[in-house]
């Protein structure tokens, strides 16, 4: 068994689910520690990070990632103990197999077989893992960027293990992720009788043409890297239940995903300009769950491609597909962040696995992109 899925079956034993690291980040400390790294634990409530790094100077170099994973759903269903990792037709079946565990598996061996074949590099490589990346997130990266920040350490490249392939290893990265923005939207009418629309005010009806101008507004036409933003309603709830009765308010989610083409300032500076129009009396509540970042093509995402295609034969496409993810907290730090891991076709399923044939390339792809970072111009 190769040191890479040894690691990764020991880590999918801890049933680490959101906040509880269950050990996960002790044990890398076990493992990073003779490697030279001096190893932080940054508690925050109930979450535990890690920050480790080895070496002072720069490019620091930077594996992030989380230890926590989704909960299981029901174990019945499973042909397989979610924490107990089983093997059937080449493949590694476990919660967190895909979504995270063999990708921090991956980063450590990595590192290992780096550090030995090159102990004088250049720079600096760090990590920064957490266990409150599938939870709230609140107490967890963003709560170690703060501290670096604070500190004035600064990250030069960043590659986040999320898992990212689509059919096989290599074929898609990551380079930057949509935000997230919700709103709340309460529009007051006039509550009746149905027979009497005269003496009220249907917030429905009120709703209706504004709905439309808001489906039909064209927000951005994105860029190169990303499609243009999104706007969908997610639930409406008005009425009292009664067949006879006019409701005094109409409620309205509605969500926008959106890029570096647009900000959070002014999509809402323009969805308050149409409901003004429209003269409505409403209240409007807004959550931003993540903002957007990107990382054009430079010399992270180079050199990364160069070692996928070096261990895979595959040329990556770059991507900003998908959800929200810790690289947007990490992104107010670090200059270039990116995210490589395997295919995600599993994650947060039943029966969770990676193929086995896809761990140690992965392994592979991670210590070919810390020669390419840290052995050139030597």
Same mark, same amino acid.
């Given at each position: 068994?190769?040191?890479?899925?040894?690691?990764?079956?020991?880590?999918?034993?801890?049933?680490?689910?959101?906040?509880?690291?269950?050990?996960?980040?002790?044990?890398? &400390? #076990? +493992?990073?520690?003779?490697?030279?790294?001096?190893?932080?634990?940054?508690?925050?409530?109930?979450?535990?990070?890690?920050?480790?790094?080895?070496?002072?100077?720069?490019? +620091?170099?930077?594996?992030?990632?989380?230890?926590?994973?989704?909960?299981?759903?029901?174990?019945?269903?499973?042909?397989?103990?979610?924490?107990?990792?089983?093997?059937? #037709?080449? %493949?590694?079946?476990?919660?967190?197999?895909?979504?995270?565990?063999?990708?921090?598996?991956?980063?450590?061996?990595?590192?290992?077989?780096?550090?030995?074949?090159?102990?004088?590099?250049?720079?600096?490589?760090?990590?920064? @893992?957490?266990?409150?990346?599938?939870?709230?997130?609140? #107490?967890?990266?963003?709560?170690?960027?703060?501290?670096?920040?604070?500190?004035?350490?600064?990250?030069?490249?960043? @590659?986040?293990?999320?898992?990212?392939?689509?059919?096989?290893?290599?074929?898609?990265?990551?380079?930057?992720?949509?935000?997230?923005?919700?709103?709340?939207?309460?529009?007051?009418?006039?509550?009746?009788?149905?027979?009497?629309?005269?003496?009220?005010?249907?917030?429905?009806?009120?709703?209706?043409?504004?709905?439309?101008?808001?489906?039909?507004?064209?927000?951005?036409?994105?860029?190169?890297?990303?499609?243009?933003?999104?706007?969908?309603?997610?639930? @409406?709830?008005?009425?009292?239940?009664?067949?006879?009765?006019?409701?005094?308010?109409?409620? &309205?989610?509605?969500?926008?995903?959106?890029?570096?083409?647009?900000?959070?300032?002014?999509?809402?500076?323009?969805?308050?300009?149409?409901?003004?129009?429209?003269?409505?009396?409403?209240?409007?509540?807004?959550? @931003?769950?993540? +903002?957007?970042?990107?990382?054009?093509?430079?010399?992270?995402?180079?050199?990364?491609? %160069?070692?996928?295609?070096?261990?895979?034969?595959?040329?990556?496409?770059?991507?900003?597909?998908?959800?929200?993810? #810790?690289?947007?907290?990490?992104?107010?730090?670090?200059?270039?962040? &990116?995210?490589?891991?395997?295919?995600?076709?599993? &994650?947060?399923?039943?029966?969770?696995?990676?193929?086995?044939?896809?761990?140690?390339?992965?392994?592979?792809?991670?210590?070919?992109?810390?020669?390419?970072?840290?052995?050139?111009?030597?």
């Amino acid at each position: 068994m190769s040191k890479t899925l040894a690691l990764t079956e020991k880590l999918i034993a801890l049933s680490s689910i959101t906040p509880d690291d269950k050990g996960c980040q002790q044990h890398l &400390i #076990d +493992l990073l520690s003779p490697l030279g790294f001096h190893c932080e634990t940054i508690q925050s409530n109930d979450v535990t990070n890690l920050w480790a790094r080895r070496g002072s100077s720069q490019p +620091l170099v930077v594996f992030a990632g989380h230890t926590d994973v989704v909960p299981t759903g029901p174990v019945d269903q499973w042909q397989s103990q979610p924490f107990i990792p089983t093997h059937r #037709d080449g %493949k590694l079946y476990g919660r967190g197999a895909a979504d995270m565990k063999t990708s921090i598996a991956a980063f450590v061996v990595a590192v290992e077989e780096f550090t030995v074949a090159h102990p004088n590099h250049n720079g600096s490589i760090g990590f920064l @893992i957490t266990s409150d990346e599938e939870g709230p997130a609140t #107490d967890g990266t963003v709560i170690v960027c703060n501290t670096l920040k604070e500190r004035g350490e600064q990250m030069d490249y960043c @590659i986040v293990g999320e898992p990212t392939c689509s059919d096989s290893l290599g074929d898609t990265i990551k380079n930057g992720r949509r935000g997230s923005m919700s709103g709340k939207l309460h529009i007051k009418g006039v509550q009746g009788h149905i027979a009497y629309p005269q003496l009220a005010n249907n917030p429905i009806h009120l709703a209706a043409p504004v709905l439309t101008e808001l489906v039909a507004e064209y927000w951005d036409a994105g860029n190169e890297y990303y499609s243009p933003t999104s706007f969908q309603i997610s639930n @409406i709830h008005s009425g009292t239940g009664a067949s006879n009765v006019i409701p005094g308010e109409i409620v &309205i989610d509605f969500n926008f995903r959106f890029s570096t083409a647009s900000t959070s300032d002014g999509l809402q500076k323009r969805v308050h300009e149409i409901l003004n129009k429209h003269r409505l009396e409403y209240d409007l509540r807004w959550t @931003i769950s993540g +903002l957007p970042f990107l990382t054009p093509r430079g010399q992270l995402s180079e050199a990364l491609c %160069k070692a996928i295609k070096a261990e895979t034969g595959i040329d990556a496409d770059l991507s900003t597909t998908g959800g929200t993810s #810790d690289g947007r907290f990490i992104a107010q730090i670090c200059p270039q962040v &990116i995210e490589f891991g395997p295919p995600n076709a599993s &994650i947060h399923k039943i029966d969770e696995h990676i193929e086995v044939r896809y761990i140690d390339p992965l392994k592979n792809i991670y210590r070919r992109l810390l020669e390419n970072l840290l052995l050139s111009n030597r």
